[in-house]
């Protein structure tokens, strides 16, 4: 792809001096027409309410989380009317997401130094942001990726830290580092090291944890990254690791914070954050081009976290604490049949409930009820036990109602495979 008349040498200066000024001159933000969203009469496709049956597919009682396989999370009704304003106007893509950069760091009370980025996902986070530390902000490497001629090679990480999403990382043509202790890392670093790579949700798994991680990178002079995609709740993992000092964090929009699914959040320093926009879309001829994030999503995001900041945590919790008791007491009326709770302690946040059986009392195993579920009426999502026996669930994706639902359906699938 050849670069359009707005991305030549003065537009691409043009595009720095715009966020380099931005930062210390946030722009206003929510300058869109106000007025509430028309009501629209749908005709044709969709006007049974339910446009995934008339393709003919199932939609699903979501009982095993933010999983992007399953669409994410469901968004607030405030959101989708705040991007529906969005859809009628047009705006600068780049202004808009410095703009929206600005309110978010305004609303996580990051540090000084700090912006944020609205991307196409946590994956699309990932790789833009390594991205902008591979080439800074040099048009000529941002158009050569994933050619690292020139360029550092190597970003470090742990053994038990790699996992499918990587995949973003390589993408940009590095060579992933390999290493389990302090002493690995000693002997790893070199004139081509490029960055440190964190996996949040494998904090345990690491000999080198979340925080001393950082303050090796810090030793060593080298930027760090914290890929955090579904750690929140807790709402303070939102802040908590730019405070505690690395240089960029990645989460998922459509998750917990029930964002659009489509989008996601890069947390950093200023410059790093510019120049991993600078190697986004609407950037032409960028690595990140493919990546493309709508003004919609842009400002969905910007709504959905001060939505997610004015909730009652605590109270949300509860509920759904409450929705898995009231599953379990149904379920545990059938003999030979068990529940017990827990909250990971990282990713997906929120209480979980095991259920267990004595298989020689029910005939039937997990994965065979996870399929069977999957096919009911109504379809009901529900995964393996996480390496445990059994099955695992959340509630905090159930809609009103469902969890009485998935109780029946429970409890007439025990019944029916009672020996």
Known sequence: MRFNSNWNRRGFLGTVGMIAGAVLAPQRLFSLNRAAPVSTKVSGFGRTGNPY??????????????MTTLGGSLPHPQL????????????????????????????????????ALVTSGAAAAIQSGLAGILTGGDEKLIRQLPDLTGMK??????????????????STGIKLIEIETVDDLHAAVSNR??????????????????????????????PCMNDAAADTPPVSHLWDYANMGYDLITFSGGKAIRGPQCAGLLIGRKEMVANALLNNSPNEDTLGRSQKVGKEEILGMVKALELFLAEDH???????????ELISRQITKVPGVSTSFFVPDIANHVPHMRITWDEARISLSAEQASKLLRSSKPAIAIGGGEGKPGLAMNSFMLQPGEDKIVAAQLTKLFHEHAA
């Open 193 to 222: 090291t490029a960055m440190m790579h964190f996996t949040n949700f494998a904090n345990a798994a690491g000999q080198i944890k979340v925080d001393e991680w950082v303050k090796l990178a810090r030793q060593y002079g080298l």
């Open 314 to 324: 605590d109270a949300l919790a509860k509920e759904w604490q409450a929705r898995l």
């Open 153 to 170: 090679s190597e970003v470090i990480i742990q053994k038990s830290h790699r996992n499918p999403f990587d995949h973003q990382l390589r």
């Open 53 to 66: 049956e008339e393709l003919g597919v199932t939609t699903l009682i979501n009982c095993e989380g933010t």
């Open 80 to 115: 989708e009317a705040v991007m529906t304003m969005a859809g009628r106007h047009f705006v600068s893509i780049s202004k808009l997401e410095v703009a929206a950069g600005n309110r978010i760091a305004e609303m996580l009370k990051l540090p000084g130094d700090y912006s």
